[in-house]
């Protein structure tokens, strides 16, 4: 399973990192993404990662702000969001799915990709004017 923490209320230009920490598998077997759902929107996907070799992947839209990272020894994933904004308000998921057959980081993203197999709850994320 998946578990993610690390939401809260933040200030408008601050710095949250948020974490999805894995149970009953190892990442490294695992494509791992991070979604956000705002309030009233449809989910969308942020980054993903394949911790056996670092390969990473952002959505366009959320590059530059957004940093993606793990930690194997930890069996954890990671999102690093800086300079919030109050559009960025939303619950943040991170989901996994095996890679194999061999994934691109990318495809888990797509918004047709369906049947992930580990979804953890959210973690909410609030960012105040």
């Known amino acids: 399973q998946l578990q993610a923490s690390g939401g809260g209320v933040v200030q408008a230009g601050g710095s949250l990192r948020l974490s999805c920490a894995a149970s009953g598998f190892t990442i490294d077997d695992y494509i791992i993404g991070w979604f956000r759902q705002a309030p009233g929107k449809e989910r969308e996907g942020i980054s993903s990662i394949n911790s056996s070799d670092g390969t990473t992947y952002y959505a366009d839209s959320m590059r530059g702000r957004f940093t993606i990272s793990s930690d194997n020894a930890k069996n954890t994933v990671y999102l690093q969001i800086d300079s919030l904004k109050p559009e960025d308000t939303g619950d943040y998921y991170c989901?996994?799915?095996?890679?194999?057959?061999?994934?691109?980081?990318?495809?888990?993203?797509?918004?047709?990709?369906?049947?992930?197999?580990?979804w953890g709850k959210g973690t909410q994320v609030t960012v105040s004017s």
């Open positions: 989901a996994a799915e095996i890679n194999w057959p061999p994934l691109t980081v990318a495809a888990i993203m797509d918004p047709d990709f369906i049947g992930m197999d580990y």
